[in-house]
């Protein structure tokens, strides 16, 4: 599974963007998804995850701001990031676990000014 993540960019502090990550293939048998995070000099982070099932999980950092979707159809998944504070500055990269194999894609850079 190849994944290719996109959305990023530069944006002030309480703007909104929305990433996206295309998969190469259906995604419809794949359980866990996710979108993970690495700040400059800080260890990398779960974000959001979601299920096949649609069960979502979010960082307590991000709850109430951040929303995480699935579209199996477009074998895409997005997420939509609200009232971005300059703390959410990082490269964002989304995951997938499939029949036991992680994939990871390639991030993309999420930069909020304040």
């Known amino acids: 599974v190849q994944l290719q993540a996109s959305g990023g960019g530069l944006v002030q502090a309480g703007g909104s963007l929305r990433l996206a990550c295309a998969a190469s293939?259906?995604?419809?048998?794949?359980?866990?998804m996710g979108w993970y995070r690495q700040a400059p000099g800080k260890q990398c982070e779960l974000v959001a995850s979601?299920?096949?099932?649609?069960?979502?999980n979010y960082a307590n950092s991000v709850k109430g701001r951040f929303t995480i979707t699935r579209d199996n159809a477009k074998s895409t998944m997005y997420l939509q990031m609200n009232s971005l504070k300059p703390e959410d500055t990082a490269i964002y990269y989304c995951?997938?676990?499939?029949?036991?194999?992680?994939?990871w894609g390639q991030g993309t850079l999420v930069t909020v000014s304040s």
């Open positions: 995951n997938s676990l499939r029949f036991g194999i992680t994939y």
């Open positions: 293939t259906s995604i419809s048998s794949i359980n866990f």
């Open positions: 979601i299920t096949s099932s649609r069960i979502t």
